[in-house]
């Protein structure tokens, strides 16, 4: 194994298990008795859940649990009835100028990549940081070559979303995120619809990010990389959490019933 260094940046050699060198930092995201209904469903029930500067938390549970509702509230593209969200000290704010400076301070890597279909690559990457960072469009471009060559796909800058298999175009859906020097990125299902063949590549650069400090919540049910990259696991049922621990006594020991029920359906599946 080498060094790894702690600041990170292009370059960093993978490593595995070397998450627990990375210090986690104090609360970045933090939700309070958080409350999220649709109609009648009661979809988030009193969530409580904060997450350290460069700390990695793997939300796991069946589906329709919440997880992406959870997600989709700490980026508003949910309100939530009552409770907080705070991102760095600052409430979620409702709308405006300070409703898109928060998103772009949130990233989000969706289980769709959706890219958009008629910019190259390198535009998908660009446009964020142009319009909402208003970075100079030589700069912007300058930093989405990078990133692209970061995540391996420097080489597709030119193309179009649909020439690119869908692994390359889910670490361009990163690279994209990272463009905007997010505080956090979210993660919700990354490699669900991808070819198995193509998991790891996208995985290996998620790790890469994990090593190099990134606060990351992450849906996944990629236990390998819950194994190597995750501080924490938390696992939801029915809109609640309902267990939260490091990842090796969370795989090898469950405490609920749902969580071990849940475990043993991954596990034969
Ligand atoms: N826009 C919506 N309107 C109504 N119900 C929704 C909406 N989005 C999600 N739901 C419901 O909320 C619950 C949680 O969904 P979701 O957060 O997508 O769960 P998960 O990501 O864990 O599968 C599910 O019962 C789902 O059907
Ligand atoms: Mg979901």
New binding site residues.
């Given amino acids: 194994m080498t060094e790894t260094n702690p600041a990170g940046g292009p370059g960093d050699e993978v490593l595995l298990n070397s998450r627990p060198t990375v210090a986690v930092g104090e609360p970045l995201v933090v939700l309070s008795d958080v409350e999220k209904y649709?109609g009648e469903?009661h979809?988030l029930k009193n969530i409580n859940l904060s997450v350290g500067r460069g700390e990695v938390v793997v939300v796991i549970?069946p589906?329709?649990?919440?997880?992406?509702?959870l997600c989709r509230s700490i980026n508003r593209l949910e309100t939530i009835q009552s409770g907080s969200i705070t991102i760095d000290g600052s409430p979620l704010p409702s709308e405006g100028k300070e409703l898109a400076r928060l998103r772009a301070d949130v990233g989000m890597v969706f289980q769709q990549f959706n890219l958009f279909a008629h910019k190259t690559i390198v535009e998908n990457v660009t446009l964020g940081p142009v319009r909402v960072r208003r970075k100079a469009k030589t700069e912007a471009h300058d930093r989405a070559m990078e990133l692209l060559n970061r995540v391996g796909v420097g080489n597709q800058a030119d193309k179009y979303p649909a020439q690119l298999s869908g692994g390359q175009q889910q670490r361009v859906a990163i690279a994209r995120a990272l463009a905007m020097d997010p505080k956090v990125i979210l993660f919700d299902e990354p490699t669900s619809a991808l070819d198995p063949e193509m998991i790891n590549e996208v995985l290996d650069v998620m790790i890469k990010l994990a090593e190099q400090g990134m606060t990351m919540i992450v849906v996944t049910h990629e236990m390998g990389f819950a194994r190597t990259a995750a501080n924490r696991v938390v696992f939801m049922a029915d809109g609640e959490i309902l267990e939260e621990s490091d990842p090796e006594s969370f795989f090898t020991d469950p405490k609920s019933a749902r969580a071990k029920d849940f475990l043993s359906k991954i596990l034969t599946h």
């Fill in positions: 649709f469903l979809v549970g589906s329709g649990s919440g997880k992406s509702t």
